[in-house]
T-cell receptor
Framework: SQTIHQWPATLVQPVGSPLSLECTVE??????LYWYRQAAGRGLQLLFY??????ISSEVPQNLSASRPQDRQFILSSKKLLLSDSGFYLC????????????FGSGTRLTVV | AQTVTQSQPEMSVQEAETVTLSCTYD???????LFWYKQPPSRQMILVIR??????QNATENRFSVNFQKAAKSFSLKISDSQLGDAAMYFC????????FGAGTRLTVKP
């Protein structure tokens, strides 16, 4: 069966520090991968998605970037965190386009101080 | 861009009663997919139910069912026999290529 792992679960980082959140999927190949951010009490905002290695699409120009160095690995990064980067970050995968729902990781709660 | 609107920020239901959560969406496409996700306090996103736009029959999963009105671009979720464990944030989502979410409805279940 397929599983998705996301870590760390919780992170407190000072303003200006770098960020690296990692997401990996097991039990499938060539998944579509997604990064979402959820502000407190709000909906999910799509940040990045990838349909293959090295293929990254950005939805929102901002302080963050994403990379997909391996088929089942998706990384969210920042060189210098801002206070506004605080939030709950969710990684998700799907087998392909259209009909499939997403399976989400357990999320990372990021607090920038 | 497609938008998803959930007009009820909060809803409350008595245990064992029925509640309906509303969702509307905006699209010019005819082929798409709609979803309801549940996010309990653990914040894990859980798929509740899915509807294909080309199907007229409303999807049902145990106590959860939808009322899909394609012409009205409406996709409501009905929870029957509500249980305490149903308390959560519920998100409506639209997918053509990637998935777009509404702002969510917080459901409280009263014992």
């Amino acid at each position: 069966s397929q599983t998705i792992h996301q870590w760390p679960a919780t992170l407190v980082q000072p303003v200006g520090s770098p960020l690296s959140l990692e997401c990996t999927v097991e039990g499938t190949s060539n998944p579509n991968l997604y990064w979402y951010r959820q502000a407190a009490g709000r909906g999910l905002q799509l940040l990045f998605y990838s349909v293959g290695i090295g293929q990254i699409s950005s939805e929102v120009p901002q302080n963050l970037s994403a990379s997909r160095p391996q088929d089942r690995q998706f990384i969210l990064s920042s060189k210098k965190l801002l206070l506004s980067d605080s939030g709950f970050y969710l990684c998700a995968w799907s087998p392909g386009q259209g009909a499939y729902g997403y399976t989400f990781g357990s999320g990372t709660r990021l607090t920038v101080v | 861009a497609q938008t998803v609107t959930q007009s009820q920020p909060e809803m409350s239901v008595q245990e064992a009663e029925t509640v309906t959560l509303s969702c509307t969406y905006d699209t010019s496409e005819s082929d798409y997919y709609l979803f309801w996700y549940k996010q309990p306090p653990s914040r894990q996103m859980i798929l509740v139910i899915r509807q294909e736009a080309y199907k007229q029959q409303n999807a049902t999963e145990n106590r959860f069912s939808v009322n899909f009105q394609k012409a009205a671009k409406s996709f409501s979720l009905k929870i029957s026999d509500s249980q305490l464990g149903d308390a959560a944030m519920y998100f409506c989502a639209y997918r053509e290529n990637d998935m777009r979410f509404g702002a969510g409805t917080r459901l409280t279940v009263k014992p």
